[in-house]
């Protein structure tokens, strides 16, 4: 849902001093929200190969500092949905060699204040924010002993993820209602179980999330019919007007398949900002970002009745390697589904 200004009345007395700082501070905290932050940069890097950097993602103002030996940038980017965009397509990947440390500024490294001495450091967990990862320190409450007193072994810590934004359960639904009419496949999934062979279509890097086809006899069968109908139709359905590229948009666009190059799949529009639509291709779990004028209609339901190819999975064990085992097979077995989310399967990898 999205609320305009209009929909707030105007406060009945003015704000006075206390009113205006708490405004003041409220726009501060929004424009950090737009802002990104890009670590682990070379020392001799200009403005303006950062800028070259974040091309896609129309950086409106960027900010380089050097600290010593340290080099990063702060780069605003306009809106929080491309801030999640660099991030999930930026962090993690080499640039000069280098690999790129990509955040929101408001979970930026930053010099703490000089606090009294902690006996612990803090756990720090990832958290997902849109369609990437920003991390949060959880501090633990801890009992102060006296000095000499017996200290209790250390506690493995164990990490913990929160659930991808595209892969939850109110995110799909929707998805599922406005694409398909019903929510039937994510029953469906909820009772897959034993032996299986997942082919990677795509990975949230850092995590233990990724986005698979089951591979059985029914995906053969479907995948066949799909693609077949797709590549007999792109050339007849036209591309679609400005005005009806928005949230919830079916439509048909370019992905790309590993060494086979593009080709034409179903997705379904997520945002849009100005020329740019933010997609989702349903039958691979992947997000991208393409011009608005290169969508073309896709909302004949002929084309929307074989489910979605692809499905959420959590490794039981691990954390998959971001860009290496996409498009690559897994054997191994699913072991259940998670407790919150039960259309997402744990699935355990044979070693």
Same mark, same amino acid.
């Given at each position: ?5 209009g ?17 003041q501070?409220? /726009?501060?905290?929004?424009k950090?929200?737009t ?7 070379p020392?001799d ?8 950097l ?29 801030v999640?965009?660099?991030i999930q ?18 979970s930026?490294?930053?010099r ?10 803090p756990?720090?967990?990832?958290r ?7 991390r ?18 250390a506690?493995p810590?164990?990490p913990?993820?929160?659930v ?24 469906? /999934? ?18 233990p999330?990724?986005?698979?086809m ?23 359905q ?8 928005r ?9 790309q ?5 593009p080709?034409w ?19 691979f ?13 896709l909302?004949g339901?002929?084309?929307?009745t ?13 954390i ?24 997402i ?5 044979l070693?």
């Amino acid at each position: 849902m999205f609320w305009s200004s209009g929909d707030f009345p105007p406060s009945a007395g003015p704000l006075g001093k206390k009113g205006e700082a708490e405004e003041q501070k409220s /726009l501060r905290v929004k424009k950090r929200e737009t802002q990104v932050y890009v670590g682990n940069l070379p020392l001799d890097i200009s403005e303006e190969e950062i800028r070259h950097l974040l091309k896609d993602f129309h950086p409106l103002h960027v900010h380089r500092v050097r600290s010593g030996c340290k080099c990063f940038a702060f780069a605003d980017l306009g809106s929080v949905q491309r801030v999640a965009l660099a991030i999930q397509e930026l962090d993690g990947t080499l640039f000069h060699n280098r690999r790129l440390h990509v955040n929101s500024n408001t979970s930026a490294p930053r010099r703490p204040p000089d606090p009294a001495p902690r006996p612990q450091e803090p756990q720090v967990l990832e958290r997902a924010s849109g369609g990437g990862f920003v991390r949060i320190t959880a501090y633990l409450q801890i009992t102060l002993k006296a000095p000499g007193a017996p200290r209790e072994p250390a506690r493995p810590r164990t990490p913990l993820f929160a659930v991808p934004m595209e892969m939850r359960g109110t995110f799909l639904a929707q998805l599922l209602r406005e694409c398909f009419g019903g929510l039937s496949w994510l029953a469906a /999934l909820c009772r897959a179980g034993g032996d299986a062979g997942l082919l990677v279509t795509s990975t949230v890097p850092r995590t233990p999330f990724f986005w698979a086809m089951h591979i059985t006899e029914t995906l053969h069968r479907d995948m066949q019919a799909l693609f077949g109908a797709l590549a007999a139709a792109e050339e007849r359905q036209p591309f679609l007007q400005e005005a009806a590229v928005r949230r919830g948009a079916r439509c048909l666009a370019q992905h790309q398949l590993g060494a086979a190059g593009p080709a034409w799949n179903r997705c379904w529009v997520v945002d849009r900002v100005d020329a740019w639509a933010v997609v989702l291709f349903v039958d691979f779990g992947q997000s991208a970002t393409v011009p608005v004028r290169c969508l073309r209609s896709l909302e004949g339901d002929d084309f929307w009745t074989i489910p979605p190819l692809t499905q959420p999975f959590m490794l039981e064990n691990g954390i998959l390697s971001s860009y290496q085992l996409t498009h690559h097979i897994l054997k191994g077995k699913i072991t259940g589904a998670l407790n919150l989310e039960p259309h997402i399967l744990k699935f355990e990898e044979l070693r």
